[in-house]
């Protein structure tokens, strides 16, 4: 009696996967490398590492929302970009800022006692930064919206508290990255 053995052949096939993945992702990046691509906004290489933030401007009715909005996007630019906050006359690049739209919208009505029960508050901004040389690096239009529910304890002032960090967020991401 012969006993047939058989061996299997196959080898792993994730092990193989992956070592094509990791090749591809190389050669992609070195092919956008050598295209002249690059990621971000390019202002380190236009040598920008310190900026001024200029007084925000408010071109609507809501008061104060531009002061917020300064110190939010402050914070923010500390936070979260590798460029430093500086003084007019040393900074590489000054950023000026004009809330330039706010709307609050009603979305679902209430009763007397409770008259919005879900709400909206939009805004626009305007930005730009400017090199020391008057040359505009980056010119842009960001919008943002925050939404409010009263039934869960959210209100006007909430949404506008959310909707200035947001807008922050925004401004900080665009001078990082060509959004």
Sequence with gaps: MTQSTTQSTTQPTTRCSAVRVSLLAAGLGALLAGCGYTFGSGLEQRGVRSIALSVV??????QRLEAELGL????????ST????AD???ADATLHVVLSEAHERT???GLRTDPVREGAFEAAVRIRLVARDGTVLIE??????????????EDLTSARNEL???LARKIALA???DI
């Design 57 to 62: 401007g408010n071109e609507t009715y809501r």
């Design 72 to 79: 939010a996007l402050s914070r923010q630019i500390h936070d």
């Design 82 to 85: 590798g460029l430093v906050l």
């Design 88 to 90: 007019r006359g040393t």
């Design 107 to 109: 979305l679902v009505t």
């Design 140 to 153: 842009r239009r960001l919008l943002d919206r925050t939404e409010f529910r009263s039934p869960i304890g």
């Design 164 to 166: 200035v960090e947001d």
């Design 175 to 177: 001078l990082q990255s």
